[in-house]
């Protein structure tokens, strides 16, 4: 079992970037595929970044691309979002989710698919 900590997110102008952490403990966090997803008031939950257990894989969603950049840490056992230019519509808790990873190095993009989770830091992007 793993226990994951968010951290990192505030209030930002828009063009401005932050880095969100993710840090794990419980479990060696290379053996877990780990997402990224965010809510905005009123809106359900959805999918931003997601990584292999490796690191070798990423995926992001195409709102993010270009600005987005997720990665990991095996040492730190930490998984990070770097966010550039970021646009009031990013405004949302952002929460990391963790799952077994597959010996595929598959990536998950479904809520439903993530076993673990964090608690949530809040990015507001406001002028």
């Known amino acids: 079992q793993v226990q994951l900590v968010e951290s990192g997110g505030g209030l930002v102008q828009p063009g401005d970037s932050l880095r969100l952490s993710c840090a794990a403990s419980g479990s060696t966090f290379t053996n877990y595929a780990v997402g990224w997803f965010r809510q905005a008031p009123g809106k359900e939950r959805e999918f931003v970044s997601a990584i292999s257990g490796s690191g070798a894989r990423t995926s992001y969603v195409n709102f993010v691309k270009g600005r987005f950049t997720i990665s990991r840490d095996s040492v730190k056992n930490t998984v990070y979002l770097q966010m550039n230019s970021l646009a009031f519509e990013d405004t949302a808790v952002y929460y990391c989710?963790?799952?077994?990873?597959?010996?595929?190095?598959?990536?998950?993009?479904?809520?439903?698919?993530?076993?673990?989770w964090g608690q949530g830091t809040q990015v507001t992007v406001s002028s």
């Open positions: 989710a963790a799952r077994l990873a597959s010996s595929s190095g598959a990536l998950y993009f479904s809520h439903t698919e993530f076993a673990y």
